[in-house]
């Protein structure tokens, strides 16, 4: 089975720094997409940012950017200038073949410091 | 707020009882997607239904079920419950059935089996 890999399962940055969030994958598909959520203690399901495998160019969305490595299979999330409102649970995620259910890891928590 | 709703948002039962979850998806999206969110699986793919007929099956219990109905909106059965059943399920939306299309989640239902 394909699967996604967060190899952090906490995090903790200060208040307006920047910290990364790690994420591997193990498709072989040449051309997927990847996604990273975000889950507040809501528990709703926020889409952050989305990447092409196909694009050259890493997504960027206001203060969230990604490096995507796609010889690596690496999709890293990139946080700048943190805010406390970022505190959540993140998942990263990829979308499997035809069906395009996602296949989620298994969520990096952040906590943000003031 | 996804534009895509869920009810009821907490469901408490018993053991061996039977449940209906449902989901509304977005105004115009014809595919739903339901989710399981558990503390030992994690977020897992249950089911997948576009526009009424089901298109891909995750690791869905055999006492699980689903349909979606003619005016798209989707219903998650589930019988015979055990505590192990006990998580947060979602269902998320699409336009389509591309892999392309990013998927926008509901807020869950909490589902606690006693």
């Known amino acids: 089975a394909q699967t996604v890999t967060q190899s952090q399962p906490e995090m903790s940055v200060q208040e307006a720094e920047t910290v990364t969030l790690s994420c591997t994958h193990d498709?072989?598909?040449?051309?997927?997409?990847l996604f990273w959520y975000k889950q507040p203690p809501s528990r709703q399901m926020i889409l952050v940012i989305r990447?092409?495998?196909?694009?050259?160019q890493n997504a960027t969305e206001n203060r969230f950017s990604v490096n995507f490595q796609k010889a690596a299979k690496s999709f890293s999330l990139k946080i700048s200038d943190s805010q406390l409102g970022d505190a959540a649970m993140y998942f990263c995620?990829?979308?499997?073949?035809?069906?395009?259910?996602?296949?989620f890891g298994q969520g990096t928590t952040l906590q943000v410091k003031p | 707020d996804s534009g895509v709703t869920q009810t009821p948002k907490h469901l408490i039962t018993a053991t061996g009882q039977r449940v209906t979850l449902r989901c509304s998806p977005r105004?115009?999206?014809?595919?739903v997607y339901w989710y399981q969110q558990s503390l030992d699986q994690g977020l897992q793919f249950l089911i997948q239904?576009?526009?009424?007929?089901?298109?891909a099956k995750g690791n869905i219990l055999e006492r699980f079920s689903a349909q979606q109905f003619p005016d798209l909106h989707s219903e998650l059965n589930l019988s015979s419950l055990e505590l192990g059943d006990s998580a947060l399920y979602f269902c998320?939306?699409?336009?389509?059935?591309?892999?392309?299309?990013?998927?926008?989640f509901g807020p869950g239902t909490r589902l606690t089996v006693l």
């Open positions: 995620a990829w979308v499997s073949g035809n069906t395009g259910k996602l296949i």
């Open positions: 498709t072989s598909e040449s051309d997927y997409y």
């Open positions: 990447q092409e495998a196909y694009k050259q």
């Open positions: 105004s115009g999206d014809l595919s």
């Open positions: 239904y576009y526009n009424g007929e089901e298109r």
């Open positions: 998320a939306s699409t336009p389509g059935v591309s892999r392309t299309d990013t998927q926008y």
